[in-house]
């Protein structure tokens, strides 16, 4: 016989969302279904707190988190039109471990036999641009990669406030399987991270769509697989936008080879990734990364056919984007040489003082006096 599963009000209230349902009292809402939230609202809300209300943002997003995992507690949902969509097999994402010393074999790395396409996606979350591959009927699985920093992993932190950043918790069943990261692996999640490990989860599902919408609920929620992986935080920042030290150069490339090979080894024919320069706690020269995103993907053009790097971030928006997507999409491109100015010399010699004799003679020819052997004389006009 099936299990029911929990029932209404055990999912509405699990006690895994008590701090979050007291945290959108705030909200005013009078609402215990969070899966009944309309996209109308949270639209409203997100242009009435503009860019600079983070307070205001955060409550957006628990409320959303609210309704996905409420949605995940209960095995369903209901669409705008009305439909209920069962969720119930979308629920347990399966995640492993690769160690930084282990790569794929090249056998395992299969051609698509198709060209490449490397792009880059603005104003547009990278779930957004997987829902749209997901679509495509030559594209089989899309790999979307997630990182954070060696210094604060965030394994341990199951709060998801962060409207643009947590995005793929707020969305998508991938909060089922980070939180039980430390019984699905053979080490703390934490510490996987710190040591260049990569954390592959597959069977994602994506049951919300774009934020700019209000984050509608899907009447087809597509599976992703999603790829953790960490870099360094702060790195030096060198000249025209490259790292100073050419070793954090060869360890982000090092990174993202890991996490493309381990994504093509899994099945997955696509990887979109956010444009981690600038977002969050990173701070990665913008060009030197874009390009080296380019590197990898053109080291693996023979059995990924689609690259895409996305963010609907502000701080991605203006004149930020374009040399940005540009050394993504063509590669950077050899900067010209700095003109370095010679440093000027400073005059260090000191000037000679004059004696206090030489002075007062000086003094008395500009009043008109004069003095020889003791004798002074005076200017006389007749």
């Known amino acids: 016989m099936e299990h029911p599963g929990p029932s209404l009000n055990q999912a509405l209230r699990a006690p895994r969302l008590q701090e979050e349902l007291q945290t959108a009292q705030a909200l005013c ?12 609202w949270v639209k409203g809300r997100m242009e009435e707190s503009g860019h600079e209300d983070a307070e205001k943002r ?37 995640s492993c471990v690769h160690p ?18 490397i792009s880059g996606a603005r104003c547009c979350d990278p779930l957004d641009v997987a829902l749209q591959l ?69 069977g994602v599902g994506v049951l919300r769509g774009p934020l700019k919408d209000g984050v509608p609920w899907l009447e087809q929620p597509p599976q992703v697989d999603v790829v953790w992986f960490g870099l360094p935080a702060h790195p030096e920042i060198g000249e025209q936008e490259t790292y100073a030290r050419e070793e954090d150069g060869k360890l982000v490339k090092a990174a993202l080879d890991r996490a493309f090979s381990w994504a093509c080894v899994h099945g997955a024919d696509a990887i979109v990734m956010p444009a981690m320069s600038g977002l969050g706690s990173f701070r990665h020269p913008r060009l030197h990364f874009g390009g080296l995103v380019h590197e990898v993907a053109r080291m693996h053009q023979r059995h990924l056919p689609i690259v895409c790097v996305a963010s609907d971030a502000p701080a991605h928006r203006g004149e930020w984007w374009p040399p940005f997507e540009e050394a993504v999409t063509k590669g950077r491109p050899v900067p010209p040489p700095l003109v370095h100015v010679p440093p000027i010399p400073l005059m260090n010699d000191r000037l000679v003082g004059k004696d206090s004799s030489t002075l007062l003679e000086k003094r008395r020819k500009q009043l008109g006096v004069w003095s020889i052997h003791g004798r002074t004389f005076r200017n006389a006009f007749i």
């Open 29 to 40: 809402l009078d609402l215990d279904d969070f899966r009944q939230l309309q996209p109308v």
């Open 134 to 202: 997901a679509k495509l009927p030559h594209c089989r699985r899309v790999a979307v990669l997630r990182c954070t920093p060696f210094e604060a992993p965030r394994s341990l932190q199951r709060k998801y406030s962060h409207i643009y950043e947590d995005q793929v918790f707020l969305r998508t069943t991938y909060f089922e399987a980070f939180e039980r990261l430390a019984r699905d692996l053979p080490l703390p999640p934490d510490e996987a991270i710190k040591e260049g490990c990569v954390v592959y989860t597959s």
């Open 58 to 94: 955060s409550l957006i997003a628990t409320a959303i988190f609210l309704g996905t995992a409420q949605a995940c507690l209960k095995g369903c949902y209901i669409t705008a039109t009305a439909q209920k969509v069962e969720c119930g097999h979308l629920v347990r994402p399966i």
């Open 100 to 117: 930084p010393t282990s790569m794929p074999s090249a056998s395992l790395l299969k051609a698509s036999g198709q060209m490449q396409q």
